[in-house]
C-alpha cells in the first residue's frame, strides 16, 4: 500500500513538471528561456515519473532496466540541452531583451 501510494506521488510529480515545462516553452519570450525551461522540467519529471515506475514495479530486472535509463536521461538530456544552446548561442541566436531590436552586445558574441 506504501510503495503504490509513494509511486504515484512520484509519477504525480514527474507529469506534473512535464506540464510546466510545456507551459514555459509556450508562455516564455525567447529561445533560451525555452530551452531552459523544457530541458529542466524534462529532465526531472522523466526522472521521478521512470523511478515512480520502478518503485511500484518492485526489485527485479524491469526495475533495474529503468534504472539504467534514469542514469542515461539524467547524463544525455543536460549535455544536450547544453549543445543546443551552445550551438545557439555560435549561430548569433539573440537574447530576448526588454527593448525592441537590441541584441547581444558585440563584445559578448563569439
Not at 524491469?62 to 538530456?77: E, G, H, R
Amino acid at each position: 500500500m506504501i510503495v503504490e501510494i509513494l509511486s504515484v506521488i512520484l509519477v504525480a510529480i514527474g507529469l506534473f513538471l512535464f506540464a510546466s515545462g510545456t507551459v514555459g516553452l509556450i508562455r516564455l519570450p525567447d529561445f533560451y528561456c525555452r530551452m531552459h525551461a523544457t530541458g529542466k522540467c524534462d529532465t526531472l519529471g522523466a526522472l521521478l515519473a521512470l523511478f515512480g515506475l520502478a518503485v511500484y514495479n518492485g526489485f527485479n530486472l524491469v526495475s533495474l532496466k529503468i534504472i539504467f535509463i534514469v542514469v542515461f536521461i539524467f547524463v544525455a538530456n543536460p549535455t544536450a540541452t547544453h549543445a543546443i544552446g551552445r550551438a545557439a548561442l555560435v549561430n548569433n541566436v539573440a537574447p530576448w531583451t526588454k527593448e525592441p531590436g537590441e541584441s547581444v552586445p558585440e563584445e559578448k558574441k563569439r
